[in-house]
């Protein structure tokens, strides 16, 4: 029916990661074109939503991308964070060696709350590269250990983040 049809074409984005790489700020960049120097905990709601069209396939999809309130600090989001998640963005900063190292605990809590879904190696801040605490090999050698697409991107520029959303987005739609 028509209405399992809109259905199946929500889809619900975790992005996880310690605190402080800019997942709040990626997503309402993403979702409203926003960014603010401010740390803040949280965007205040569950989830921004915005339509992406995935160019190679020629459809649309509704993105729900769900922000932590904080709870990345102590890995103790609740069930309901993940429950029906069919993509996921792992997120480290260029500055934060610890977010870097986090990244396989992350995947791996992931995966025990959604199973194997789509997801996406993100490594944001890449206008701080001067202060890089991670070299782009390392990174590149998770990626591939991992087997997840790797970003660069600089949320704070607007720059490829919407591609980080678009192939997360192209992968759902052509899963099995
Ligand atoms: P979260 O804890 O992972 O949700 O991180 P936030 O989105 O709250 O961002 C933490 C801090 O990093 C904030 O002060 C942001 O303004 C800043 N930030 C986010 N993205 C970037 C970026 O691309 N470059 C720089 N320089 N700062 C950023
Ligand atoms: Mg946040």
Same mark, same amino acid.
């Given at each position: ?90 997120? !480290? ?71 980080? !959303? ?11």
């Amino acid at each position: 029916t028509m209405q399992e049809e809109d259905f199946e074409r929500e889809v619900k984005v975790v992005v996880v990661g310690n605190g402080c790489v800019g997942k709040t700020s990626m997503i309402r960049q993403f979702c409203k074109g926003q960014y603010s120097n401010e740390y803040k905990k949280t965007i205040g709601v569950d989830f921004l939503e915005k339509h992406q069209f995935v160019k190679a396939l020629e459809e649309e999809v509704k993105l729900m991308l769900w922000d932590t309130a904080g709870q990345e600090q102590f890995h103790s989001m609740t069930r309901a964070y993940y429950r029906g998640a069919k993509a996921a963005v792992l997120a !480290f900063s260029t500055t934060d060696r610890a977010s870097f190292d986090a990244v396989p605990v992350w995947k791996h809590k992931v995966e025990e709350e959604c199973g194997s879904i789509p997801m996406v190696l993100v490594q944001n801040k890449v206008d701080l590269l001067e202060d890089a605490a991670v070299s782009r090999q390392e990174a590149e050698a998770l990626a591939s250990e991992l087997g997840l697409r790797f970003y660069r991107i600089c949320v704070k520029q607007n720059l490829y983040v919407t591609d980080v !959303f678009e192939y997360l987005a192209e992968m759902y739609l052509q899963r099995d």
